[in-house]
């Protein structure tokens, strides 16, 4: 029986034990190079992006790894109806959210056989690196970027996981109505008890 239960028991206190939960988002909303995205192929150009969260460095070292995270767009054509209507990139984190972070993104042709790969670096169209501060919020927060002869428009945010609250998303707390609790919550994430109720718990 104890065999049988402590899977889940361990499934339950893994759940418990994690105490901040959010994720990054951004979406770019256009690209273009003046060398070409695809230099002289200029037919079935595809491209992808890739996003690296790292922890604030002074001098960005835009190589893996991503200490807070990292992800890849899907393949798409490189015009500017496939770029901008591509979906947000996104990049969960479990931990409480620092604030300030680098934020590097890639552009990389798709050409290459190895779907998504980014191991030939010939394929790296350009490359931004930058330091960021972002409080959580459904808000996007735009910004442009006209590195290596290419302009890159892009907008990002970071938002809590539903329960999580606060500005680093790690306040929980999830609504009840039970022998446990009565209570809703508030935007920082406290508990707020539910008329007739009082105490820490509102279970009074
Ligand atoms: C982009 O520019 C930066 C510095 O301006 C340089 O370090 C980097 O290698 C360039 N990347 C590409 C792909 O040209
Ligand atoms: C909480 O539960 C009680 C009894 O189960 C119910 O009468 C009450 O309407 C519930 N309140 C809310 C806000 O759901």
């Known amino acids: 029986m104890a065999r049988f239960f402590l899977p889940f028991l361990l499934m339950f206190l893994c759940v418990q034990t994690t105490l901040s939960s959010g994720v990054f988002e951004l979406k770019i909303s ?3 190079s003046s060398r070409g995205v695809c230099g002289f192929q200029t037919r ?6 890739r996003v690296c969260l790292k922890h604030s460095q002074d001098v960005i070292n835009p190589e ?3 200490t807070y995270g990292t992800a890849l767009t899907d393949i798409f054509g490189a015009d500017s109806k496939s770029i901008s209507s591509s979906a ?8 409480k959210w620092p604030g300030t972070f680098s934020l590097i993104i890639e552009a990389w ?7 998504g790969s980014t191991d030939n670096q010939n394929n790296l169209i350009s490359r931004l690196a930058t330091r960021r501060r972002l409080t959580v919020g459904e808000e996007w927060s735009q ?8 302009e890159l428009r892009y907008s990002y945010h970071v938002i809590c996981d539903e329960h999580y609250h606060g500005v680093e998303c790690s306040a929980y707390c999830r609504p009840r109505n039970d022998t446990f609790g009565h209570y809703t919550c508030d935007e920082p994430g406290d508990r707020v008890c539910l008329e007739g109720w009082t105490g ?3 279970d009074v």
Request: charged share 15%; proline share 11%.
């Open 30 to 32: 256009s690209f273009s």
């Open 44 to 49: 079935d150009c595809q491209i992808f992006f």
């Open 64 to 66: 893996p790894p991503c």
């Open 88 to 95: 947000p990139i996104r990049v969960p984190f479990h931990f």
């Open 109 to 115: 042709n798709a050409e290459s056989s190895i779907i």
């Open 143 to 150: 910004d442009v970027d006209f590195s290596n002869k290419s």
């Open 200 to 202: 820490v718990y509102c």
